[in-house]
């Protein structure tokens, strides 16, 4: 199983809105709605802010917005605050109890 | 207030054996599926292995064969059996709790190390 698609890195200044995309497979990110997303602060536990697709866990801010079209699923951030500024990781649930994550998307807030 | 505490991580030979624990408080770890995601230096997370609350195991296929999942809901802890451990296994271990296919509680990690 390959990992998704992520860009290795976005920046954005405050204020601002940024999208960050996570392309997959039929297999994976197309045959489900289980992607979910992740905030990670280096050094830090991963945080989960997107579940299902679209849904945000309780505490989650409403900057935080994502979908999914076909094989691709997307995370946008608007409002960029100083403390987005950490890494994100797109998830898929593949099939068999087995999940597959993005490769990983550096998010600088200029 | 949900906690995961991983511990075991250590400086292992290649070919060793490793065996990672995670201790959970705050809810009921017979009710939940659990798993371990694990993230190489400079890299990415990589899902590792997940246990079912009938404590059916999957794992990655570069882990199958050499991983062994397992709980014990009475003593609240989560295990890892890691054995002929090589050098790409080297990454810091997150015990992570399962929620409707997505991972909604992370412990800090633990670090595995494997070389000579």
């Known amino acids: 199983q390959s990992d998704l698609t992520q860009p290795r890195s976005v920046s954005e200044s405050p204020g601002q809105s940024v999208a960050i995309s996570c392309t997959g497979t039929s297999s994976d990110v197309g045959a489900y709605n289980r992607v979910s997303w992740y905030q990670h602060h280096p050094g830090k536990a991963p945080k989960l802010i997107i579940y299902d697709v679209n849904k945000r866990p309780s505490g989650v801010p409403d900057r935080f917005s994502a979908s999914k079209s076909g094989n691709t699923a997307s995370l946008t951030i608007s409002g960029l605050q100083a403390e987005d500024e950490a890494d994100y990781y797109c998830c898929s649930y593949v099939d068999s109890y087995t999940w597959v994550f993005g490769g990983g998307t550096k998010l600088t807030v200029l | 207030e949900v906690q995961l505490v991983e511990s075991g991580g250590a400086l292992v030979l290649p070919g060793g054996s490793l065996r990672l624990s995670c201790a959970v408080s705050g809810f009921t770890l017979r009710d939940y599926s659990m798993n371990w995601v694990r993230q190489a230096p400079g890299r990415g997370l990589e899902w590792v292995a997940h246990?079912?609350?009938?404590?059916?195991?999957f794992y990655a296929d570069s882990v199958k064969g050499r991983f062994t999942l397992s709980r014990d809901n009475a003593r609240k802890s989560v295990y890892l059996q890691m054995n002929s451990l090589r050098a790409e296994d080297t990454a810091v271990y997150f015990c992570?709790?399962?929620?409707?296919?997505?991972?909604?509680?992370w412990g800090q990690g633990t670090l595995v190390t494997v070389s000579s």
């Open positions: 246990i079912r609350e009938n404590r059916d195991t």
């Open positions: 992570v709790r399962d929620k409707a296919w997505a991972f909604d509680f």
